[in-house]
């Protein structure tokens, strides 16, 4: 315990460092008075809008999560399956992997009202948009590992008399792992992001909608405290897929300390 806290500390100390002068500094703006008020507020009072509305993010906060879960649960199962077969038939890989490039050059807020006016204000579109954000880096980071396997590995695997499925199992699935692992810390940090776009064009509930709510009252504290608690969202998010990560690749990470 003695020896992880300073290396912790080490690790993560620049950065806390950092982000204590960019609080001070926009603490010392807006005491100064150099921006007013109602256009930035400082950061005591969007901590003080955190506290007193938490009953009212926490409540649009689940139903945000929720959306980002069911879209992200299917974007990386869909990814899966896409990469699996572009990697086993090459034909595929050439036919769709350039459409999927295309698909990530349209921006989702141009997909988003198309998508409310197909699907209503339900969760379903806002599910199918948070999909089209977040099966893209799941099935490239998977595309990559699946082609960066060592060719003589495949061969003298072949040569044991190993099958198509063996080959995937024991040599492709866990060289993948690492690729597999960064792009999905992506996409969990996608997922949030494509919920509130989503909630932005129309809905009955989520941070988005509670983001629109406090902009036309011009209520900027509330409306920066939701912007925290979408970054806090996106982080804790990405750090359970780090904990994944290291429960399931439990040797690359000790290597690395070595």
């Known amino acids: 315990m003695t020896r992880k ?6 690790r993560n100390g620049p950065a806390l460092a950092a982000a204590a002068v960019l609080l001070a500094v926009w603490q010392a ?18 901590a003080s809008a955190l506290v007193k509305d938490w009953p009212a993010l926490w409540e ?3 139903i945000t999560l929720q959306e980002a879960f069911y879209g992200l649960a299917l974007g990386v199962a869909i990814g899966f399956v896409f990469a699996v ?16 490039v295309i698909t990530q050059t349209i921006p989702t807020v141009a997909i988003a009202p198309l998508l409310v006016l197909w699907f209503g204000y339900e969760m379903t579109p806002k599910v199918i948009l948070i999909i089209l ?4 880096p799941v099935t490239v980071g998977l595309l990559d590992g699946f082609r960066a396997v060592d ?11 190993a099958g198509r499925w063996q080959i995937f199992r024991y040599l492709k699935c866990p060289s993948a792992l690492p690729h597999f692992f960064s792009g999905l810390r992506i996409a969990a940090a996608y997922s949030v992001v494509g919920a509130v776009i989503s ?17 036309k009252a011009y209520a900027f504290d509330k409306m920066f405290a939701v ?3 979408i970054s806090v969202i996106s982080l804790a998010l990405m750090a359970l897929v780090e904990l994944a990560e290291r429960r399931c690749m439990p040797y690359r990470h000790l290597r690395e300390k070595s």
């Open 60 to 62: 649009n906060a689940q």
């Open 133 to 136: 954000v977040t099966f893209f």
């Open 85 to 100: 077969l572009m990697d086993a038939f090459d034909v595929l890989y050439r036919a769709f992997y350039p459409i999927l």
């Open 151 to 161: 060719p003589d590995a495949v061969g003298l695997l072949r040569s044991m008399g």
């Open 199 to 215: 909630e932005w064009l129309g809905g009955f509930g989520g941070l988005g909608v509670y983001m629109t709510r406090v902009k």
């Open 227 to 229: 912007i925290i608690l």
């Open 29 to 46: 703006v807006c005491s100064v008075g150099l921006v007013p008020g109602y256009m930035l507020p400082s950061p005591i009072e969007v």
């Open 5 to 10: 806290l300073p290396n912790t500390i080490r």
